[in-house]
């Protein structure tokens, strides 16, 4: 984890350092979204949005077809392990 320290202007700007403008590829003119996550503050470029929301509904597409096997009676036990194993591959 990198850490920076910036300086609010007057005017209420301040300067995403190049090193992690470059990192992130967060060019000229990019929109980014700023989020209050109960007093710590996340700058996210937007662009990443549709990518998070992409994921979001397959882990609910599996999920909803896991609980219709659950209640359709086709569920499945397996150990830990596995079952982890499975989890991540989501």
């Known amino acids: 984890m ?10 209420g700007q301040f300067v995403l350092p190049l090193s ?5 590829r967060i060019g000229r003119g990019e929109k980014l979204m700023l989020v209050d996550n109960d007093g710590t503050i996340v ?14 509904l397959c882990l609910m597409q599996k999920a909803a077809s896991a609980w219709g096997d ?7 036990k397996m150990p830990k392990k596995k079952f982890l194993k499975e989890l991540a591959s989501w």
């Open 20 to 24: 992690m403008r470059r990192r992130y």
């Open 43 to 56: 700058l996210r470029p937007v662009r990443r949005m549709k990518a998070d929301i992409d994921d979001e």
């Open 2 to 11: 990198d850490v920076e320290i910036i300086k609010m202007s007057s005017r």
């Open 70 to 76: 659950i209640e359709r009676g086709k569920a499945r």
